[in-house]
């Protein structure tokens, strides 16, 4: 080591250190909500009308319009809406333009501790309590706190299909005790200070990868690694119930390809990036879940195959009634699953085949995401 | 010429065999499988008790009882209050 200069050694660090201060009666949180837009000039209006009618308004509402051809900025400027523009071309996308946000709006917070940053897309509507179920969960030791994001109303199978999937994740964060796998770009209140330490982190390269600002923009999927970057410093990520955010879904078979593969592929990638940077307890969660996915596809080819082999070799397939009892089983907890969300639901839980057949198009898509991962692909984020 | 071709058929034979126990050893795992994914389905519909890693200071883990994602411990001393 050259003389004069010395490596900081990174702290001990205890759980909650450094995140918000609860001090009842000094100090109220505020809420700064940042809003990227790509050509959303017919959405944004709803986006921002959504915040406006929260029971726990955010005190500032940034819009930041970026490689836009539309009027975002000016319909956004008209709903009431702060609007940072992106200058020029920016080749970091969504991830950048947050960076963007956050960078020149920092001057202007006070406290870290006292602010919480919203980050949502401009495609979505928050349902009304969202902000304040999410100021009431982050509490000390609490990084970020996501919504469950909802499919809006659609009349294609394939759209529907997506909002019961949703609503099924739903259901598995609260068997986690609302921890939450991802915290969702669709819509989650951040601890400002808790940004700033992932920035600080990525910076020295200890705790996290290399980087340099508060998103990652090389990820494909920016909101699973910041859940990483969190988690990995320490902090706690929730996803409480009541904070729905309601997003767009694909009803083409092509566009659900491009959201799924960039999803399946950015969290390969996200894993592999961090390897052993993981904590135990965050690669037992997002291992095995991979694990469970390549495990999925494995069963499917194998199933595929066995069906076609037992085609050709007998002409037929022997079926036996104790068969039955499993899919009867599979059958009743698919539809018991989506109840709450009425008849439509239902009745395509009870018809089996459509949820097979979409299910079956996912692990099409993951194996495709899973042979790009091994080729090296590095993939392209895609606004979807 | 026929001694030098016997141990080729021998493993030929041995070769075809394996796969066929093999397939039989498939259809062995699938039904395990079917058994393993009806329980999991089952156990669906009552609440989700694991043995799991929790989060220990900043990158320490310990494996915990958890009802749906609750440390189980945490759970008593909240009754308790």
Not at chain 1, 138 to 165: I, K, N, P
Request: hydrophobic share 45%; proline share 5%; with cysteine.
């Amino acid at each position: 080591m050259a003389a004069g200069t010395h490596t900081r050694l990174p702290g001990q660090r205890i759980p909650g250190q450094q995140t918000r201060r609860v001090v009842p009666g000094e100090h109220r949180l505020r809420i700064a909500a940042v809003v990227p837009a790509y050509n959303e000039g017919d959405a944004i209006a709803a986006t921002i009308a959504s915040l406006h009618r929260q029971t726990r308004r955010p005190d500032l509402v940034v819009v930041v319009p970026n490689n836009c051809t539309d009027h975002t900025a000016e319909a956004a400027r008209q709903a009431g809406a702060y609007v940072i523009s992106y200058p020029g071309h920016n080749p970091d996308k969504k991830a950048g333009a947050i960076n963007f946000a956050l960078d020149r709006i920092e001057p202007y917070l006070g406290d870290p501790w006292n602010w919480a940053v919203l980050i949502m897309d401009a495609d979505t509507t928050l349902s009304p309590g969202f902000l304040q179920t999410a100021a009431a969960n982050l509490t000390s030791g609490v990084g970020g706190v996501g919504g469950t994001f909802a499919g809006r109303d659609c009349h294609s199978v394939l759209g529907y299909l997506q909002r019961m999937e949703y609503h099924r994740y739903g259901q598995v964060a609260k068997r986690l005790g609302h921890r939450a796998f991802v915290l969702t770009g669709t819509g989650t209140l951040f601890s400002y200070g808790a940004l700033l330490d992932v920035r600080r982190q990525r910076r020295e390269g200890t705790l996290l990868p290399h980087g340099r600002s508060f998103y990652d923009t090389h990820s494909l999927t920016e909101d699973n690694e910041l859940t990483f970057a969190l988690q990995a410093c320490g902090y706690r990520v929730l996803s409480p119930a009541g904070m729905w955010a309601t997003t767009d879904v694909m009803e083409t078979v092509p566009k659900l390809v491009g959201q799924r593969e960039r999803w399946y592929l950015g969290a390969l990638r996200n894993i592999a990036q961090y390897g052993r940077l993981m904590p135990f307890h965050m690669r037992w969660t997002y291992w095995r879940q991979q694990a469970g996915l390549f495990l999925s596809a494995v069963v499917a080819a194998v199933y595929l195959i066995a069906l076609a082999a037992s085609l050709a070799v007998y002409g037929a397939v022997d079926l036996r009634w104790y068969w039955a009892v499993p899919s009867l089983l599979l059958l009743a907890e698919r539809v018991v699953s989506v109840w709450p969300m009425g008849w439509r639901a239902r009745v395509y839980a009870a018809l089996f085949l459509p949820e097979q057949l979409y299910t079956l198009l996912l692990t099409f898509i993951y194996a495709k995401a899973f042979a790009k991962f091994v080729r090296g692909d590095k993939g392209a984020w895609v606004a979807t | 010429m026929y001694q030098g071709m016997l141990p080729k058929t021998g493993i030929g034979l041995a070769a075809g065999g394996m796969t066929l126990s093999l397939l039989n050893l498939v259809w062995i795992g699938i039904a395990i499988a079917v058994v393993g994914g009806a329980l999991i389905t089952l156990s669906k519909f009552g609440p989700r008790i694991a043995v799991e890693p929790v989060p220990i200071g900043v990158s320490g883990s310990r494996f915990r009882l958890t009802v749906n994602g609750e440390q189980l411990s945490l759970r008593r001393g909240q009754h308790r209050r």
